[in-house]
C-alpha cells in the first residue's frame, strides 16, 4: 500500500510541475546541425513557429556537429530552465552524455531526424524511415540506369547512424541486380563542396560511371553540379532529404530522384509531444517513431516544397 501511495503522489507531482510550468509559459530549446544545410534551417524555422504558437519561447542554437558545443548548448539549456529540448543530435554515441544530463535535470528531451544508440533517455526519437526511403528511391535509380553499369556512392558523416541506414538501404536494392557494379565510394560528410570535389575526382579516375548514389541531398546536389560542370548529363545520380535545391534539379532532369523526409511533420510531432508531456505529464506511447519518406522523381516532383509534399 505504501508503494501504491508514493507512485501516486509521484504523478501527481509530475502533472502539478507540467501544469504550472505551462501556465507560466517556459523556453524551448531547438538545437540542431548547421542552418546553412536548408534541412536544419527548416527544422529550426518550422520548429520556432510551433513552438512559439503553442504559447513557449523558442530558442534555436546549431552545434555545427560538435558533441563539445551540443554538451555546451545543453548546459545552458540547463541554467536557462528550459522545459523541453528539441534536438537533432551530433553522434548516435557521442549526444548520451548531453542528454542524460538533460535528463538528470528533470528537462525532456525529444529527438529529431537521429537517433542514439541508448533507448530509455529521450521521451521520443521521431525519425524518417531512412531505410523505407532510401529503397523507395533506390528502386527509381536503378530503373533510370537500365539496371546495368559503374557506379560511385558518397557516403554521409560516417558517425551518424543514417549514413550506414541508408547505405544499406541503397544496396539492399541495388545488389540485386549484378550488372550494376560499384567502383568507388567514398565519405562527403554531408557537405556540398566535399561532395564537387569528390565527384571531380571520382570521374577522373572512373570516368565509365553511369551513376552517383549519395546519403543526402546536400551531397547529391554538390555531385549533380560537379557532373553538369564536367559535361557529364549521361551520369544518374539520387540523393535523400527532399530539398527545394535538389528538386530543382529533378525538375530539370539533371538527377533522377530524391527521397522527401518529412522533416517539417517531424518536427512539429515533437514538439507537439513536448506539449503534451509538459501540459499533463503523459510521455508518447513510443519512444521510437518512424515517419515515412516519399519517393520524389520528375514525375511528382512539382508537388515538393520546403520540406512539405502536397496532393495536387
Given amino acids: 500500500m505504501k508503494k501504491l501511495l508514493i507512485a501516486a503522489l509521484s504523478a501527481v507531482l509530475v502533472v502539478c510541475f507540467a501544469v504550472s510550468a505551462f501556465a507560466a509559459g517556459g523556453i524551448i530549446y531547438i538545437i540542431t546541425p548547421s542552418t546553412s544545410n536548408p534541412f536544419f534551417g527548416t527544422e529550426q524555422r518550422v520548429g520556432a513557429a510551433k513552438v512559439t504558437a503553442l504559447g513557449y519561447t523558442p530558442k534555436c542554437f546549431s552545434h555545427d556537429d560538435d558533441a563539445a558545443k551540443q554538451l555546451e548548448l545543453f548546459e545552458a539549456a540547463i541554467a536557462d530552465k528550459a522545459i523541453a529540448i528539441i534536438c537533432d543530435n551530433a553522434g548516435a554515441d557521442a549526444s548520451i552524455e548531453a542528454i542524460r544530463k538533460a535528463i538528470d535535470a528533470k528537462i525532456p528531451v525529444f529527438l529529431i531526424d537521429r537517433e542514439i544508440n541508448e533507448s530509455g533517455l529521450a521521451l521520443a526519437q521521431i525519425v524518417a524511415d531512412n531505410a523505407q526511403g532510401a529503397a523507395a528511391i533506390a528502386e527509381k535509380w536503378v530503373e533510370a540506369m537500365d539496371y546495368a553499369g559503374d557506379y560511385a556512392e558518397l557516403l554521409g558523416r560516417e558517425s ?69 560542370d564536367a559535361k557529364r548529363s549521361d551520369i544518374k545520380i539520387i540523393g535523400l532529404d527532399g530539398s527545394d535545391d535538389a528538386a530543382a534539379y529533378v525538375a530539370k532532369g539533371q538527377m533522377v530522384g530524391t527521397a522527401l523526409q518529412q522533416i517539417a511533420r517531424i518536427t512539429e510531432m515533437a514538439i507537439e509531444q513536448a506539449d503534451e508531456f509538459i501540459r499533463t505529464g503523459k510521455k508518447p506511447a513510443q519512444e521510437k517513431q518512424l515517419v515515412p519518406c516519399i519517393a520524389i522523381t520528375k514525375d511528382n516532383v512539382a508537388n515538393l516544397s520546403q520540406f512539405v509534399y502536397t496532393e495536387k
Avoid: F
Avoid at 541508408?166 to 557537405?191: C, F, G
Avoid at 577522373?204 to 553540379?225: R, S, Y
Fill in 160 to 228: 551518424d547512424t543514417n549514413c550506414w541506414v541508408r547505405s544499406q538501404n541503397y544496396h539492399s536494392v541495388i545488389n540485386e541486380y549484378p550488372d550494376l557494379k560499384m567502383v568507388a565510394q567514398q565519405t562527403a560528410n554531408w557537405d556540398q563542396t566535399e561532395a564537387y570535389s569528390k565527384t571531380e575526382a571520382i570521374l577522373q579516375a572512373h570516368p565509365e560511371i553511369k551513376g552517383i548514389i549519395c546519403g543526402n541531398d546536400t551531397m547529391a546536389c554538390g555531385a549533380t553540379q560537379a557532373c553538369i
